[in-house]
Nanobody, 125 residues
Framework: QVQLVESGGGLVQPGDSLRLSCTAS????????MGWFRQAPGKEREFVAA????????YYADSAKGRFTISRDNAKNTVYLQMNSLKPEDTAFYHC??????????????????WGQGAQVRVSS
């Protein structure tokens, strides 16, 4: 049984940083691509970042470029999302996802097979 468990969310002020973690079990993590998506209240789920299984390739949404960094530790079956310079519009539930998306499918939620339940991030003054 595949499980993805996120942690590290919380309430922060604009300009602060947070690091989300997602630990996977039940799959061969070292050969699985990982992604982060987010969903704000009343909005559709959107792509944030993704990383290839060997960490050679990373992909970011425009909203995340320059502020967020995705990384992974295959020895710990964990993927991270370092978020800096947080803005109120970053407020959302952040979900990690696992799968094997094609080259053109990194940003598509439909290309990921497994999902975590999410970690809430709130950015407010």
């Amino acid at each position: 049984q595949v499980q993805l468990v996120e942690s590290g969310g919380g309430l922060v002020q604009p300009g602060d940083s947070l690091r989300l973690s997602c630990t996977a079990s039940g799959l061969r993590f070292s050969t699985t691509a990982m992604g982060w998506f987010r969903q704000a209240p009343g909005k559709e789920r959107e792509f944030v970042a993704a990383i290839s299984w060997e960490a050679l390739n990373t992909y970011y949404a425009d909203s995340a470029k320059g502020r967020f960094t995705i990384s992974r530790d295959n020895a710990k079956n964990t993927v991270y999302l370092q978020m800096n310079s947080l803005k109120p519009e970053d407020t959302a539930f952040y979900h990690c996802a696992a799968g094997w998306p094609p080259t053109a499918g990194w940003a598509s939620q439909y290309e990921y097979d497994y999902w975590g339940q999410g970690a809430q991030v709130r950015v407010s003054s």
